[in-house]
């Protein structure tokens, strides 16, 4: 059963870290937006989106999890599309239980503790995980939805990824409490401190949490102690404020190693099979970016989509000038 | 038929919604028990109970983004948010957040989400509690922005915002909330965003006001009756979406406009309206389009609101320096 869960994680943290490696290739060429990688945060992502049921459950991704809602259901196309500036391949399908990604840091808490209350309220068996940074702890909103999360009981997962920077601010200066996880304490739930690089481990404590919040234990607020080994994003350059020292150190506990080792102690895992496996995966991040990268590209007046169920006369008539070529 | 002041036709609005949808909720700050700081919510939580209306912690943000995640839940959220200037402690969850989320989204989602604000001068609150704002949510595109003037109008658009699959700012004239009452049926009816109102007819000048302002001009136009002058008003009622069209021909009508509002002056929304009459009836027009706004300061004292505001005199003396022009 364990051997079974890790070579499936295994699968899943090594899509993600080939996939983020592919999107950095291609935005340094100019071909893909700006993107934060996951790089290092790997057992995070992929082992708290295993915790949780694509069928039920719902996910509120903050913007470095993408591989998690894939994991949930979002196809990779679909999520690569939006970051290549698509607008219908970038819809996220009906019936997929995943919100937008959110770039106002720590904004969709709240909205995840309204949905969690909103899905007991429509008496749905159903909790929600979101994601949050330690940079996005120290957000009003952090504490407005989280206090919010306690007093309703709302049926609610915060998984917080301390990847030890928020862009170039360290986690040190970030906040003085010693560990992220005593914050809910404040808000009357309970908090788990893990180790964000042991797959396994987060994966074990946000089952505990999602069982919690499905039988009306109310939310958690779970701790992952990570650290980003890449750059806040492509505009980023840590070689002016990161320590190589912490760099190296990191990467001697990388999630994916790490799991890899364990399975080639039990026999399971070898070159052979990981060059088998990084063939395969490559070939499927190819093919999602080429259907991205296919799928038709915005229309000027798609500037106008998705706004109003009824725009207002006057952008109406915005929208018509458009088209027309006037320019408004 | 039934004569209610406005916070009695909000009061029946809410009630009547949350009646026929089982998905209408009432949550924000002392909406349960108490009523509401101004009794708007009193009664329902006795009647719909707890868990549909909510006095939630005090954090305005949390309230406005709850209500987001609510509305994606299936819920229909209507928000109360104390005073519209206490809006700047959740303004990132309506500009950025509520009323993008729909284009954010391509279209998966939307936010059918009401949000309640009172606010305005006039019953000599403390600070903070009187900002005009509104122009503020102008600059965010994709949430609609709702100033009832009257009690009939306040329950048909707040019915029509509820029922609205965006969502809406509905902004409340405190100081009318308890002013004049007029006919407001029982039962459930709405009026449509976008339609101007003609709430008074006149010849030679049109005032152009929403919410507690439209009050302050028809008190305006029948003084003016004794100078001779014949003034209409034309009640906005919405300025998201804006109607154009009346606001234009009734212009063009009168060939003379004075926009009153009691938000500053610069970039209020009656700068808007200025310059949409420039652009479009300029040549229908025999003066400038005048203003009279508060004071591009920040809102002072309560003891100093009545110099702070417009007053009858100074809306009085702009449509007849309009009328000389």
Same mark, same amino acid.
């Given at each position: 059963?364990?051997e079974?869960?890790?070579?499936?994680?295994?699968r899943?943290m090594?899509?993600?870290?080939?996939?983020?490696q592919?999107?950095i290739?291609?935005?340094?060429?100019?071909l893909?937006?700006?993107?934060?990688?996951?790089?290092?945060?790997?057992?995070?992502? =992929?082992?708290?989106a295993m915790?949780?049921d694509?069928v039920?459950?719902?996910?509120?991704?903050?913007?470095?999890?993408?591989?998690?809602?894939? +994991?949930?259901?979002?196809?990779?196309?679909?999520?690569?599309?939006?970051?290549l500036g698509?607008i219908?391949?970038?819809?996220i399908?009906e019936?997929?239980k995943?919100?937008?990604?959110?770039v106002?840091?720590?904004?969709q808490?709240?909205?995840?503790?309204?949905l969690?209350?909103?899905?007991?309220?429509?008496?749905?068996?159903?909790?929600v995980i979101?994601?949050?940074?330690?940079?996005g702890?120290s957000?009003?909103?952090? +504490?407005e939805?989280l206090?919010l999360a306690?007093?309703?009981r709302?049926?609610?997962?915060?998984?917080?990824?301390?990847?030890?920077?928020?862009?170039s601010?360290?986690?040190?200066?970030? #906040?003085a409490?010693?560990?992220f996880a005593l914050?809910?304490?404040?808000?009357?739930? !309970?908090?788990?401190e893990?180790d964000?690089?042991?797959v396994m481990?987060?994966?074990?404590?946000t089952c505990e949490?999602?069982?919690?919040a499905?039988s009306?234990?109310?939310p958690?607020?779970i701790?992952?102690?990570?650290?980003r080994?890449s750059f +806040?994003?492509?505009?980023?350059?840590?070689?002016r404020y990161?320590?190589?020292?912490?760099?190296? !150190?990191?990467?001697s506990?990388?999630?994916?190693?790490?799991?890899q080792?364990?399975l080639?102690?039990?026999?399971?895992?070898?070159?052979?099979?990981?060059a088998?496996?990084?063939?395969? *995966?490559?070939?499927?991040n190819?093919?999602?970016?080429?259907m991205a #990268?296919?799928a038709?590209a915005?229309r000027?007046?798609d500037?106008?989509?998705?706004?109003?169920?009824e725009?207002?006369?006057?952008v109406? $008539?915005?929208?018509?000038?458009?088209?027309?070529?006037?320019?408004? | 038929m039934?004569?209610r002041?406005?916070?009695e036709? =909000?009061?029946?609005?809410l009630a009547?919604?949350?009646?026929?949808?089982?998905?209408v909720?009432?949550?924000?700050?002392?909406?349960?028990?108490?009523?509401?700081?101004? @009794?708007?919510?009193?009664g329902?939580v006795?009647?719909?109970?707890?868990?549909r209306?909510?006095?939630?912690p005090l954090?305005?943000?949390?309230?406005?983004?709850?209500s987001?995640g609510?509305a994606?839940?299936g819920?229909?959220?209507?928000?109360?948010?104390?005073?519209l200037?206490?809006?700047?402690?959740?303004?990132?969850?309506?500009g950025?957040?509520?009323?993008?989320?729909?284009?954010?989204? $391509?279209?998966?989602?939307?936010c059918?989400?009401t =949000? $309640?604000?009172p606010?305005?001068?006039?019953?000599?609150?403390?600070?903070?509690?009187?900002?005009?704002?509104?122009?503020?949510?102008?600059?965010?595109?994709? *949430?609609?922005?709702?100033m009832?003037?009257?009690?009939?109008?306040?329950?048909?658009?707040?019915? !029509?915002a509820i029922?609205?699959p965006?969502?809406?700012?509905?902004?409340e004239?405190?100081?009318?909330?308890?002013? @004049? $009452?007029?006919?407001?049926?029982?039962?459930?009816?709405t009026?449509p965003?976008?339609?101007?109102?003609?709430?008074r007819?006149?010849?030679q000048?049109?005032?152009v006001a929403?919410?507690?302002?439209?009050?302050?001009?028809?008190r305006a136009?029948?003084?003016?009756?004794?100078?001779?002058?014949?003034?209409?008003?034309?009640?906005l009622?919405?300025?998201?979406?804006?109607?154009?069209?009346?606001l234009?021909?009734?212009?063009a009508?009168?060939?003379?406009?004075?926009?009153?509002?009691?938000?500053?002056?610069?970039?209020g929304?009656g700068?808007?309206?200025?310059?949409?009459?420039m !652009?479009?009836?300029?040549?229908?027009l025999?003066a400038?389009?005048?203003r009279?706004a508060?004071f591009?300061?920040?809102?002072?004292p309560?003891?100093l609101?009545?110099y702070?505001?417009?007053?009858l005199?100074r809306?009085?003396?702009?449509?007849r @320096?309009?009328?000389?022009?």
């Amino acid at each position: 059963m364990e051997e079974e869960f890790l070579l499936e994680a295994l699968r899943w943290m090594m899509k993600s870290r080939l996939y983020d490696q592919k999107v950095i290739a291609l935005q340094r060429q100019g071909l893909f937006g700006v993107y934060s990688p996951g790089i290092g945060q790997e057992a995070c992502i =992929i082992g708290s989106a295993m915790a949780v049921d694509p069928v039920r459950d719902w996910m509120v991704p903050q913007y470095r999890e993408l591989m998690a809602t894939v +994991h949930h259901g979002l196809p990779l196309e679909v999520i690569t599309a939006q970051y290549l500036g698509k607008i219908g391949p970038a819809r996220i399908p009906e019936g997929v239980k995943v919100l937008p990604t959110q770039v106002s840091i720590a904004a969709q808490l709240p909205q995840a503790t309204g949905l969690a209350w909103g899905l007991r309220l429509r008496r749905q068996d159903s909790a929600v995980i979101t994601y949050v940074g330690d940079g996005g702890s120290s957000e009003g909103d952090f +504490h407005e939805g989280l206090n919010l999360a306690g007093v309703t009981r709302a049926p609610i997962v915060f998984f917080l990824s301390n990847n030890q920077w928020a862009i170039s601010t360290s986690r040190k200066v970030q #906040t003085a409490t010693r560990n992220f996880a005593l914050r809910a304490a404040g808000y009357g739930f !309970e908090g788990v401190e893990v180790d964000g690089n042991d797959v396994m481990a987060v994966y074990d404590v946000t089952c505990e949490a999602v069982e919690r919040a499905r039988s009306g234990g109310g939310p958690s607020l779970i701790a992952a102690e990570t650290y980003r080994m890449s750059f +806040h994003n492509t505009t980023d350059n840590p070689s002016r404020y990161q320590d190589q020292k912490d760099y190296d !150190e990191a990467r001697s506990r990388d999630p994916i190693e790490r799991v890899q080792k364990y399975l080639a102690g039990l026999g399971l895992w070898d070159a052979k099979r990981e060059a088998q496996w990084t063939e395969e *995966i490559r070939e499927e991040n190819e093919r999602a970016m080429k259907m991205a #990268t296919e799928a038709p590209a915005p229309r000027p007046e798609d500037v106008f989509a998705n706004v109003y169920e009824e725009p207002p006369p006057r952008v109406i $008539r915005q929208r018509a000038d458009l088209v027309d070529g006037q320019g408004g | 038929m039934a004569e209610r002041n406005i916070v009695e036709a =909000i009061n029946s609005a809410l009630a009547e919604e949350m009646e026929a949808d089982p998905r209408v909720m009432v949550l924000g700050l002392d909406v349960g028990k108490l009523g509401g700081v101004f @009794r708007t919510t009193s009664g329902l939580v006795d009647r719909f109970g707890a868990e549909r209306v909510v006095d939630t912690p005090l954090a305005e943000a949390g309230i406005v983004g709850a209500s987001l995640g609510l509305a994606l839940a299936g819920m229909v959220p209507v928000a109360e948010i104390q005073f519209l200037g206490f809006t700047a402690q959740g303004f990132h969850q309506i500009g950025p957040q509520l009323a993008k989320y729909r284009q954010r989204s $391509r279209g998966r989602y939307h936010c059918q989400v009401t =949000i $309640r604000a009172p606010f305005g001068g006039g019953i000599r609150s403390p600070e903070f509690h009187s900002d005009g704002v509104e122009a503020q949510f102008v600059q965010s595109p994709g *949430i609609k922005i709702v100033m009832p003037s009257n009690p009939y109008d306040a329950k048909g658009l707040l019915i !029509e915002a509820i029922r609205d699959p965006d969502p809406v700012l509905f902004c409340e004239p405190d100081r009318l909330y308890r002013g @004049r $009452r007029s006919v407001v049926p029982d039962g459930a009816y709405t009026l449509p965003f976008g339609k101007a109102q003609l709430v008074r007819e006149g010849e030679q000048v049109t005032l152009v006001a929403w919410s507690a302002a439209v009050d302050l001009c028809l008190r305006a136009a029948d003084a003016l009756v004794a100078d001779g002058i014949s003034a209409a008003v034309l009640d906005l009622r919405t300025l998201v979406p804006l109607d154009v069209e009346t606001l234009c021909a009734q212009v063009a009508k009168t060939r003379r406009c004075v926009v009153v509002h009691e938000a500053p002056l610069s970039a209020g929304f009656g700068a808007e309206i200025s310059a949409t009459l420039m !652009e479009e009836v300029f040549y229908d027009l025999d003066a400038p389009v005048a203003r009279v706004a508060a004071f591009d300061v920040p809102f002072p004292p309560a003891s100093l609101e009545d110099y702070y505001l417009p007053s009858l005199d100074r809306v009085v003396a702009a449509v007849r @320096r309009t009328m000389e022009a």
